[in-house]
């Protein structure tokens, strides 16, 4: 995966968007996956879960690994 906009990334998104943290372990970033997992887990308690899921696939769309 080279960066945002790449077809990783996009897979990586929409992974993240159904299953929040899919995209990040999809990506190999298992500690960012156990947190967007759980983050939206507590969220759905009060009905905001959908910020969570947008946010993990704006947030692996996004992501650029370091050189």
């Known amino acids: 995966m080279e960066g945002p906009g790449s077809a990783g990334n996009v897979i990586a998104g ?3 968007f159904f ?3 899919l995209g ?3 990506q190999g970033r298992l500690l960012k996956a156990c947190i ?3 983050v939206a887990g507590i969220l759905w308690l009060f009905w905001l879960g959908w ?3 947008i946010w993990s696939a704006v947030e692996a769309a996004l992501y650029r690994p370091r050189l």
């Open 14 to 16: 929409l992974a993240s």
């Open 19 to 21: 299953i929040p943290g």
């Open 24 to 26: 990040q372990l999809v």
């Open 36 to 38: 967007h997992f759980c």
């Open 51 to 53: 910020i969570a899921h």
